[in-house]
């Protein structure tokens, strides 16, 4: 049973309305999160009627990302095989890489609304959803029935939250469950939080052992001093607040051509 009740669904949904009207609406109906995805949804130009997705058939199915969430949506896919619910992994620009559901129905409906691998579900192309709001937000989303800005979404609910490389803070994409709204609850979101996590612990364990080494020195340091600091590979750069308030470009081009023992010696005590 969907934890969004059905005179909810329909005032959001009028809300929606008065909305496409004028974005001038202040409603407390409708969450600040899922007013300004609205927002940026109208900005980008996203039809409120039409779902045109962009393709791109070559996927990067043998990528990290795929390799370290393969054995987290095999699980998920058996634990979730007699519910009516998909788990979709995405990139960061929201490419559809992997989807799994065990229902037929429910596949008919996906294909329906072009949430397949290949299609990209960004917010800049089909609106306020779980998977395109958390890359927006960089956040864990969740969007439920008509809180979606498309009309065609409507009677899908959406949780995503997204996967980060540990080691530099950048995002790999999203894992989004996403069900009709009539199914959904609020564990959605738990769940897909507890896989992005895996998933993130699973990529950390496919880095480099030196880019592992690197993070601890990194974490250690920082827990030791109140200082800058900034962690230097060949192709990895890590700072805390404090050394990226104060480094400009011109010194992490610097540090980047000095020796690694160098570098160690002149950031170990703050810039």
Not at 14 to 38: C, G, M, Q, Y
Not at 70 to 99: C, F, H, K, N, Q
Not at 218 to 230: G, K
Request: aromatic share 4%.
């Amino acid at each position: 049973m969907s934890d969004e009740p059905e005179d909810t669904s329909k005032l959001l949904a009028h809300v929606r309305e008065r909305f496409l009207e004028s974005d001038d609406l202040d409603s407390p109906e409708v969450r600040d999160r899922i007013l300004a995805s609205w927002r940026r949804s109208q900005f980008y130009g996203v039809s409120v009627d039409e779902l045109a997705p962009p393709y791109r058939p070559e996927t990067e199915m043998d990528s990290p990302l795929v390799h370290a969430a393969r054995p987290v949506l095999d699980r998920l896919e058996s634990a979730l095989a007699d519910a009516p619910m998909s788990v979709i992994l995405t990139d960061a620009r929201g490419y559809v890489l992997d989807r799994r559901a065990g229902e037929p129905a429910l596949i008919r409906q996906l294909d329906a609304i072009l949430l397949a691998p290949g299609f990209s579900y960004a917010e800049e192309f089909v609106g306020t959803n779980g998977i395109g709001t958390a890359i927006e937000e960089r956040r864990s989303a969740r969007v439920f029935g008509s809180e979606h800005f498309s009309e065609r979404l409507q009677v899908m609910s959406c949780a995503g939250t997204p996967i980060r490389n540990l080691l530099n803070g950048r995002l790999e994409g999203v894992i989004d469950l996403t069900t009709r709204r009539t199914d959904a609850n609020l564990l959605m979101q738990a769940l897909a939080q507890e896989a992005a996590a895996e998933i993130e612990q699973r990529l950390l364990q496919q880095s480099s052992e030196r880019e592992q080494t690197l993070l601890r020195e990194f974490l250690a340091a920082n827990r030791r001093t109140a200082n800058a600091v900034l962690a230097l590979s060949e192709d990895l750069v890590m700072t805390n607040d404090l050394a990226d308030r104060s480094l400009d470009g011109a010194d992490l081009l610097r540090s980047l051509h000095e020796p690694l023992d160098e570098r160690a010696t002149r950031f170990s005590g703050g810039v």
